[in-house]
């Protein structure tokens, strides 16, 4: 089953319409299909061996639901944060699947990471790894870690969403892989087992992938020397979805192609994808409020904004646009904008679209990084998440309330 269809000039999430989702639980509201996640993540499982593992970027939508859907699916998790890997414990995840990325971990969260016994943290700094010796020492726990190499691979995406780069913040250097391999020798609670690596989203050509593959390679064999067993390449995430006309890669493809370059080495792989299991597997449904029309543009405004689905303003990024119920009018250009007071809140320009005062329209493949990025700007309350298997909406995130948004303020 395709996630979303149209059918007699009504769009569909799996079996249901998503008018009759809208008018249950009103709008702005996410609204998710669980036949797409499915379809999305076993893209990626045909081609493994046993001892691979896809760890779900969960940073991409981590609604606990959703995690609970991949854990089903036999899923692992790629964390950032204490929270994310408190949310896949929630979800009832094995530690033993979990790997901790990201620059700044805090003590606290390598301390929950370290007791929790996950899979690896993939360290980003000789500070960070001399932390992680710290740690592990008073805790007296053995830690198992890769670290994250920065191979300065340019993808072309939006340059928010570059990892890669020498000039960005994440990975490592070949110096600082060789100071923390050398320091690790001497470590009998940290054991080097992989190398990582992730180069960025949105990537449209497998080709970057493995060139990246290629700098894992030299790193390991600079490990091997200082004795690692190394027993797992993480090769990250990054492959890109069909906003507008991507043609992004195809994972079974990506994955044939690292195993045929890997096939000599006893090494398992680990990819971490987010945007390409969850991004095509949602949209954001909205209401158009008010039509005004002027001299210069044709303005939909509508009850969405931009705290809700950040990454028009944020990257100038396309979502396409489609009627929930199409109906029998005239079509004109529209600029759909929010209710918010910024002039960025501009969420599609120059669409073709007919409608009027009422109607509901969705933003297509907001799946990944919509409800994850939305804030309380002017005061907005965050909207809810609903998850649909075939013909059953079940309500995963309830709206916000007014009490909900001062909750955290002290007392007057
Ligand atoms: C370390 C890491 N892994 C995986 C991902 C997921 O990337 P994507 O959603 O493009 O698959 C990200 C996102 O930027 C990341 O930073």
Known sequence: ?????????????????????????????????????????????????KGDLIC???KANSNIHILKELVDLGSGFDVVSGNELKRCIQAGADPKKIIFSGVAKSSEDLELAINEGIFSINIESEDEFDRVCNISQN???????????????????HKYIETGLKTSKFGVGSETLQNISSKAKDKPLIKISGIACHIGSQISDNSLIIKSL?????????LIKDEHKLEFLDIGGGLGIT???????NPESLILEILNKISALDLNII????????????????????????EHKNFAIIDAGMNDLMRPALYDAWHTVKEVKKRDLDKKIYELVGPVCESSDVLAKEREL???????????????????????????????EILVNGSSAKLIKRRESFEDLIALETNL
């Open 1 to 49: 089953m395709e996630g979303f269809n149209e059918k007699e000039g009504q769009l569909y999430v799996d079996d249901l319409p998503v008018s009759e989702i809208a008018n249950n639980y009103s709008t702005p509201a996410f609204i998710y299909s669980a036949s797409e996640i499915r379809n999305n993540f076993n893209k990626y499982t045909g081609a493994l061996r």
């Open 271 to 294: 990819l971490e994808p987010g945007r390409s299991i969850t991004g095509t597997a949602g949209i954001l449904v909205s209401k158009v409020e008010y039509l005004k029309l002027t």
């Open 139 to 157: 805790l007296n726990k053995e830690v198992q870690c890769a670290i994250r190499i920065n191979p300065d691979i340019p993808t072309g995406s």
């Open 214 to 222: 290629e700098h894992l390679l030299d790193a390991q064999k600079l």
């Open 56 to 58: 779900y970027a969960v």
């Open 243 to 249: 906003y507008k006309e991507e043609t992004p890669g």
């Open 354 to 384: 007919s409608i009027s005062q009422g109607d509901f329209i969705a933003f297509m493949d907001a799946g990944a990084y919509g409800s994850v990025m939305s804030s309380n700007y002017n005061s907005r309350l965050k909207v809810p």
